[in-house]
């Protein structure tokens, strides 16, 4: 089931409607002035779409005006998992709740404000988890939100649904509410967040033939060497895909079995599940790994070295899939599926992973153990 984090910012946005230029530290002025609040309204109209898919995902949310009044009042499915310390909330409410929603693993942290609200997100989950902002505040400089309330509503429908979106980097900006007052514009930059992109991932993929495939396969290997690091164990799994990262890295492949690299050597080659968990005890892991093609599958069908003990000694924080999107388009919409033989393990493993499809260039897919 998906799980979609919710954070209200709930006085985000009142300093606008009384020409106040902002609401950072303006709040009880806002007020006096007969500001009334509406972040909460703004968010209504993000969560309407989702009312008829209630039964496919679960809200994850905070108390009070933060979501949990708001979830209730919708009748939809939803847990509370932070309760702020007093009415008036904090910047330190939010930083809160969206740490606790990282821990939890939600597969999508909506959230509603400006850019400041944006600024505490990014400094709590920085690009580690999808986010997706409804835009309530005053200043929308941050290209983290979509361009209405009820696009953003649209974007989480879609995702929920298991529509496959690509990922882009959002950049998240905020402007010297102080300086802005007396008519100068400070513009800066606070970081990015990895955003679900409205764009349907099959336009970009009209070219076909082998020698856009080959391409496509050359990109995806140049992205995998530049995030490898130093003193860093990589299983690299079997397949096609993995196979041309090995290709470019100028190392013998066992393209059906699992072979360790370390510092651009190869270490190891066609382990089995023991011998690797032996090799990499104590050691910072990660793996790479490919789907099978016209199946999904990523774990259970040809790879069974990668066993769960290895693949919760390597930990899910450390797996890399990689993939065409021609891969993945040819799998009509289906779910990336896990058959570990462990059953806890599937679990964990369900949700929205995120594909290397290319140099710099990611999706979002679901992954799924149907019962």
């Not at 998906?2 to 009142?14: T, Y």
Request: aromatic content about 4%; overall charge negative; hydrophobic content about 40%.
């Amino acid at each position: 089931m998906f799980r979609l984090g919710l954070i209200i910012n709930p006085v985000a946005g009142i300093g606008g409607q009384v020409a106040l230029k902002g609401s950072d530290g303006m709040l009880d002025e806002a007020l006096a002035r007969g500001a009334v609040p509406r972040a909460n309204e703004r968010t209504r109209q993000a969560l309407q779409p989702l009312i008829g898919l209630a039964h496919s995902f679960e809200i994850v949310t905070v108390a009070g005006e933060m979501g949990g009044r708001l979830a209730d009042e919708l009748g939809l499915p939803h847990r509370v998992i932070y309760d702020p310390v007093s009415l008036q909330t904090t910047p330190e409410d939010t930083r809160a709740a969206a740490r606790l929603m990282m821990h939890a693993g939600v597969d999508l942290l909506l959230f509603a404000g400006g850019d400041g609200t944006a600024r505490d997100i990014c400094a709590e989950v920085g690009e580690q988890l999808h986010v997706l902002g409804i835009p309530a505040g005053c200043k929308i400089h941050s290209g983290v939100y979509g361009v209405t309330p009820q696009a953003s509503g649209r974007v989480v429908a879609r995702m929920i649904a298991g529509e496959l979106l690509s990922l882009m980097e959002g950049e998240v900006m905020d402007i010297d509410e102080v300086a802005f007052r007396e008519g100068r514009v400070r513009a800066r930059h606070y970081g990015q967040l990895k955003v679900p992109n409205d764009l349907r991932y099959v336009q970009s993929v009209k070219q076909g033939g082998r020698e856009s495939e080959e391409l496509v396969l050359d990109e995806i290997a140049a992205e995998v060497m530049e995030q490898m690091e130093p003193d860093t164990l990589y299983l690299m799994g079997s397949g096609g895909t993995v196979a041309a990262c090995m290709d470019r890295l100028g190392l013998e492949n066992s393209l059906l079995g699992v072979d360790l690299v370390e510092n651009g050597q190869l270490i190891g080659q066609d382990l089995g599940a023991h011998e690797i968990l032996t090799r990499t005890r104590g050691r910072h892991c990660r793996l790479i790994i490919t789907l099978i093609g016209g199946q999904g599958h990523l774990f259970g069908r040809g790879n069974q070295q990668l066993s769960p003990e290895v693949i919760r000694a390597v930990g899910l924080d450390n797996i890399l899939v990689v993939a065409s999107k021609r891969k993945l388009a040819a799998l009509e919409g289906r779910p990336l599926l896990v058959d570990t033989g462990d059953e806890a393990l599937d679990r964990a493993l369900c949700g929205y992973q995120r594909i290397t499809t290319g140099y710099r260039d990611q999706v979002i897919y679901p992954v799924a153990n149907p019962q």
